[in-house]
């Protein structure tokens, strides 16, 4: 697995407070988290010398129309708080601050944010997809979006033409670049970049291919057209459909990370329209950490700050806003170095998927898939699935669904993406799209190698597990998806406070441990055992042996193709032992038996058994796999 | 919150909005300067340089089997610009008030006393003409005096055919309550999905065929509410500007706007501001499940979440709808529309 650089400004680690902050002595901290659709606020207190979650509350995120203030969502939802506490938090539009001897007001206010939008960075030059695989995992733990848009000459010399279907010949023989194929490929570019739309763009390359400086010096001329374009529309209204911050005379940011010696050239085509910040040449992995840092600048910059009623926001505390991602990779790294295990964590939310990895020796593997939830983002999810075709979104309903029915809902969800799902029908749909926004994430990082990661943990947070009816919902969607190997426990995060815990530990890293141990992390759903190897359908999987602690014995055999789940409660543990059938492995090799060295814990589920195989393989047969995936969701309750 | 007024109808209220006919590379020549009051039918800019609609529009106008009148009107410029617009043309200012910027690009913004619908849904760009009920009673469209280039209210749901009709009558605008997905894909030719999320508005609507939509209510086949109908019957015969412009992501939702009289403007001015809170007395909308569309006052709010049919539990409301029945309903489904 590949390692991210990590760092960022209110953004460490675990047990970095800021500066000016008194966390040793905050009897209370607020905390805001201001989603695409949604704004959480937690009240955390001193309860018996422990920090506990005292009260939480929710309300719609305001930063579109007809707020356009950021403050006014937290606000409704701190308002919530109040009526739950009997507390007075906030006064004038500001919040309370320290807390007061009546118990009214908080010490500590802190905010992540992800309502914000991702930042959009063109990828610009001699983009090979080499250079674009790492300029895209550069930025992979940030909300950033790239697009690759080679320069013409580059195309030209260095990717073979796809030929028209019926064309003669071989089908990937270069056609010849003619003058008109080039001005269609400017004309191509300079649409795509009206449609983007870029926040800033990413220049990359060397000068010693075919293109030679062509490349770079084409990336500069259509920042230029761009910019001109962009800047002719200046003083644009929102009722005419664009967006004010949009239109601006501006300079766009260009991250320079082409060959070293074009840098003053590139400035000085690019003078008075781009701000040109060189970095070090992208070639390799080794370059990542300068290219995320100056694109979580900007992010910072040209996108948080720019979230209406900011500056509001920002006067209520004196730590920085940080964005979610980062908030929850900080929590991630500390569970698994405190713990000494692989986690994994995932949060489906209304226009991102994020996954995360972290394992006990310091990987750490973010994969933030801007642009894709279950909100907001369901269309950008839709259109995905749609171009690799739409089965992949029916494959996981045990009922027959048409293309109309799903773009209904599609729709439904971009319009009024609040909306929660009424009859069981929508809930399965709803709980289909997490489903391949968490796989599309997790094919987003080929780069990474995750069939590597065996997580020993897997902690799920976002309204759609929270909201789940069942938690064995919950649990299937994540097996479905992940495809754990070996033995794994699942948490459920029911409170959506962990994303928000990294930014605490900031501040209070005391407060960020203990509420995540009394309160966040509560919901464990149980353990799973995984078996893997050739798994063959109806014959024995593996036999579990249980022993409980009361001296109750169990033995319970899997079959093939099937997953159960064995009682074992919240406050139970039990040895667990494994035998498997001769060509499955449970960890030790095909056929060998394993013992737990440790007794396993319950869950609100229990032990859960998912003898399905790996990789997890569904009937072709759309009548067998209703019946399949019907008998799972039986299996597990769900 | 669909609804960025706060609510789908708003009887009074000030806004500003920038005349502008549309497309990426258009340039006009304002025809007014900043301070100037002007009226709905008033040519405020004149098109120097058309946008990427010229081409199409042309193309779309090829094929119409519209009436010379209509056409020659449009010609004339009664105010369908985003659609019909071309080199030379003037615009109308489609609202009456006061000029208060010109922009870069050569657009006017007019600020005005007007009220304001909001749709749910919808395509097209800006365009400013005479609002038209059509009235069902009044057997065919042909027996109704539709003015050339008005923007016709159809009170229940629309089809693919009102619209191909539509297409071929010269009419600038509709608005009607909802439409099937599968109709108005048809009509517009085009993935809704990636319309509705697209981030670049004016690039999406260059492609559309030159009549302006506003769905009140959305996809489906719901039935336009009482009071959105008895608003836009009580101003038919007004000019008033229609976009039909919706970006899930640049919070762009469709509008009509509709200039008060000038008594009303200056002698019964009582903005109202619009509070999305949900709260006891409220009356909302519903937007999703089996009820939805279905309007309702809220009367009692549960200190305790419900549960629902599909196993959710959420916090909730009880509606009472105008035929006197109730609804219990999770508050993520309530739009608040008064």
Same mark, same amino acid.
């Given at each position: ?12 680690? #675990? ?397 439904? +969800? ?98 960020? #441990? ?37 001296? +109750? ?86 | 919150? &669909? ?27 304002? =025809? ?157 030719? &085009? ?23 506003? =769905? ?11 009071? &959105? ?48 809170? =949900? ?60």
């Amino acid at each position: 697995m590949s390692t991210q650089p990590y760092r960022g400004e209110g953004q460490g680690p #675990v047990g970095a407070p800021s500066a000016g902050i008194h966390s040793a002595s905050a009897n209370s901290i607020l905390v805001a988290d201001c989603g695409t659709v949604f704004t959480k606020v937690s009240l955390l207190g001193l309860v018996e010398g422990q920090y506990r979650l005292m009260a939480c509350g929710e309300a719609p995120t305001t930063v579109a129309a007809p707020y356009e203030d950021i403050t006014r969502g937290i606000t409704q939802a701190i308002n919530e708080i109040e009526f739950i506490t009997g507390r007075h938090l906030v006064s004038d539009g500001h919040v309370l601050s320290p807390e007061q001897p009546n118990g009214d007001g908080v010490d500590v206010f802190v905010a992540t944010i992800s309502a914000g939008g991702p930042i959009r960075l063109v990828v610009l030059g001699a983009v090979s997809p080499a250079l674009d695989a790492l300029a895209k995992q550069a930025v992979s733990g940030l909300y950033a979006e790239t697009y690759a848009l080679p320069a013409p000459s580059y195309v030209a010399t260095a990717m073979p033409v796809p030929q028209p279907v019926g064309a003669g010949g071989p089908s990937n023989a270069p056609r010849p670049w003619t003058s008109e194929r080039a001005a269609f490929e400017w004309e191509r570019q300079l649409e795509r970049m009206r449609e983007l739309q870029p926040h800033a763009a990413l220049i990359v390359g060397m000068a010693d291919g075919p293109a030679g400086p062509n490349a770079l010096q084409e990336a500069c001329q259509l920042l230029v057209r761009t910019e001109r374009e962009l800047n002719e529309r200046h003083s644009a209204s929102v009722s005419a459909g664009v967006a004010l911050h949009d239109v601006a005379v501006r300079q766009l940011p260009v991250i320079y990370a082409g060959a070293p010696q074009y840098v003053e050239a590139v400035r000085r085509m690019l003078q008075g329209l781009a701000e040109v910040a060189p970095v070090e040449t992208l070639v390799s992995q080794a370059q990542l950490g300068p290219i995320n840092l100056a694109t979580n600048t900007l992010y910072e910059r040209d996108v948080i700050q720019h979230i209406p009623g900011y500056d509001r926001l920002r006067s209520w505390s004196s730590s920085l806003p940080v964005a979610t991602a980062a908030s929850l990779s900080s929590l991630v790294r500390f569970l698994s170095q405190h713990y000494s295990m692989n986690v994994t964590a995932v949060d489906v939310g209304g226009a991102t998927t994020t996954v995360l990895m972290a394992g006990e020796k310091g990987e750490f593997a973010p994969i933030v898939n801007s642009g894709v939830g279950v909100g907001p983002g369901i269309g950008a999810l839709f259109q995905q699935a749609q171009q690799a075709g739409l089965q992949r979104l029916a494959r996981w309903l045990p009922f027959e669904v048409t293309e109309d029915e799903l773009r209904q809902y599609v729709l439904n +969800r971009m319009l009024h993406p609040q909306v929660i799902p009424m009859s069981t029908r929508d809930l399965r749909i709803g709980h289909a799209f997490a489903r391949e926004a968490i796989n599309l994430t997790l094919e987003s990082a080929a780069y990474t190698n995750l069939a590597q990661f065996r997580p020993d943990l897997i902690v799920a947070t976002g309204s759609i597990f929270a909201h789940a009816p069942q938690y064995s919902q919950a649990v299937l969607l994540l097996l479905d998806t992940l495809q754990p190997q070996g033995v794994t426990s699942i948490v459920l995060d029911r409170t959506m406070l962990i994303s928000q815990l990294g930014a605490v530990a900031t501040i209070s890293p005391v407060a960020a #441990v203990q509420v995540n141990e009394n309160d966040a992390v509560t919901h464990r759903l149980g353990t799973c055992v995984v078996p893997f190897g050739e798994v063959r359908q109806d014959q024995l999987a593996v036999r579990i042996g249980l022993e409980y602690r009361d001296g +109750r014995q169990a033995t319970v055999d899997v079959m093939g193709g099937t997953i159960k789940v064995i009682p074992l409660s919240f406050n139970e543990q039990a040895a667990l032992t494994l035998t498997p059938g001769p060509t499955v492995d449970v960890g030790l090799g095909p056929g060998e038996r394993a013992r737990a060295a440790e007794e396993i814990d319950g869950g609100l589920i229990g032990l859960i058994i998912d003898a399905r195989g790996r990789p997890l393989s569904l009937p072709t047969n759309e009548a067998e796999r209703h019946t399949r995936l019907a008998q799972w969701l039986q299996a597990v309750g769900a | 919150m &669909t609804y960025p007024f706060g609510w789908s109808v708003v009887t009074q209220t000030l806004v500003r909005r920038e005349r502008w006919p549309g497309g990426l590379k258009a340039k006009g020549i304002p =025809l007014v300067y900043p301070g100037q009051e002007v009226q709905p039918d008033q040519p405020v800019i004149r098109i120097e340089r058309a946008g990427l609609a010229e081409e199409k529009v042309s193309a779309a106008r090829s094929s119409l089997s519209a009436s010379p009148a209509s056409v020659a009107a449009m010609d004339n410029g009664t105010g369908n610009s985003s659609n019909g617009v071309r080199s030379g043309e003037t615009i109308l200012a489609g609202l009456c008030g006061r000029v208060v910027d010109i922009t870069r690009r050569g657009g006017v913004v007019i600020e005005s006393r007007a009220a304001v619908v909001q749709g749910a849904i919808g395509a097209g760009g800006q365009v400013a003409g005479v609002l038209t009920v059509w009235q069902a009673s009044g057997g065919t469209r042909g027996q109704q005096s539709i003015p050339p280039g008005a923007i016709l209210v159809i009170p229940g749901p629309l089809n693919l055919a009102m619209l191909r009709q539509v297409m071929s009558s010269g009419i600038s605008g509709v608005i009607a309550s909802s439409i099937s997905s599968r109709d108005l894909e048809g009509f517009l030719r &085009t993935d809704l999905v990636q319309l509705v999320g697209s981030r670049n508005v004016e690039l999406a609507q260059a492609h559309l065929p030159p009549v302006t939509l506003l =769905l009140t209510e959305g996809l489906g086949t719901l039935a336009m509410p009482a009071r &959105t109908m008895r608003l836009l019957g009580q101003y038919q015969g007004s000019i008033a500007l229609l976009s039909g412009a919706t970006s899930v992501h640049q919070a762009i939702f469709p509008e009509l706007v509709i200039s008060l009289p000038i008594k009303e403007a200056q002698e019964h001015w009582h903005p109202v501001h619009p509070d999305p809170v =949900l709260a006891v007395g409220a009356q909302v909308r519903v937007c999703g499940g089996e009820y939805e569309g279905a309007i309702g006052e809220i009367n009692h709010l549960f200190t305790h979440k419900q549960v629902f049919t599909s196993g959710i539990r959420a916090r909730a409301a009880r509606l009472r709808l105008e035929d006197g029945s109730t609804l219990v309903i999770p508050m993520a489904l309530m739009e608040r529309v008064g």
